[in-house]
Nanobody, 127 residues
């Protein structure tokens, strides 16, 4: 079972940027397709982006498309989420997630295929 630890959250003004990182442990990072979810107060957890094991295939929810970029460095065993043009509605706890390992190197998982999540990191965007 992979363990996930997020970092990089914080307080930023509208229009600003943040970069989140996720460092897994327990299994080989490159084995897993990865993704990010977020949960705002009083709302359900939202699946916002995913990336294949290769890093060459991605998915973005409409709410973040064009503003957020997911990437991974398999050599450094780190997942990233670059968030630009942040809005107050992006305020949420952001969770790194790992899908079932061993899939095709180019497969991008859907929201119901994730099996492990980190503890989350808070992102607050002030207006």
């Amino acid at each position: 079972q992979v363990q996930l630890v997020e970092s990089g959250g914080g307080l930023v003004q509208t229009g600003g940027s943040l970069r989140l990182s996720c460092a897994p442990s327990g299994r080989t990072f490159a084995w897993y397709p990865m993704g990010w979810f977020r949960q705002a107060p009083g709302k359900e957890r939202e699946f916002i982006t995913a990336i294949s094991r290769s890093g060459g295939n991605t998915y973005y929810a409409d709410s973040v498309k064009g503003r957020f970029t997911i990437s991974r460095d398999n050599a450094e065993s780190t997942l990233y989420l670059q968030m630009n043009s942040l809005k107050p509605e992006d305020t949420a706890v952001y969770y790194c997630a790992a899908a079932q390992g061993g899939s095709s190197f180019f497969y991008v998982p859907s929201s119901n295929e994730f099996a492990a999540w980190g503890q989350g990191t808070q992102v607050t965007v002030s207006s």
